[in-house]
């Protein structure tokens, strides 16, 4: 019996995964310069092949702020490119950047542990569940995984915390 195909797909959950707050009582950043990357982040992945003889690369995030007035979908979508750039070391246009904007209060398909996002980048993509891995921090991020029938590691494990 043969175990899974290699990870084709990385997915990752954004706050306390692979950037922390600066600001003392926000749970996320709501603009640029209010984060930094966590230990470890720059250096697995900067250090794995992205595109073309490589893997994929996605985010997949909870961002209730929007949907607050604390930041705007656009300076979302910006702050994860930022973060993607800074954690790989190069600009990544091929990334697949999702987040729900929905209120805590709303009930949707994308807001984890829903696994909506999770399979919206596996269809960008074309990858299949066998060959994603989705990397966060919270139960809900290994709930989401599960419903999507994908892989899934602790953040701190996975970037060896």
Known sequence: MTGPGPIRLYIFDADD????????GKPCPHRPGEWELLPGVRERLSSM????GGGYLGIAS????????????ETCRGMFEDLLEV???ARRPDACIRFCPHALEVDCACRKPQPGMLHDIMRHFGVSEAETLFVGN?????EAARRAGVGFAWAWDFFGW
């Open 138 to 142: 919270a139960p809900s991020d290994q």
């Open 17 to 24: 995964t692979l950037r922390r707050t600066t600001v003392p």
């Open 87 to 89: 954690a790989t070391g």
């Open 62 to 73: 909870n961002q209730d702020h929007v949907a607050y007035g604390h930041m705007t979908a």
């Open 49 to 52: 092949e992205w595109g073309s």
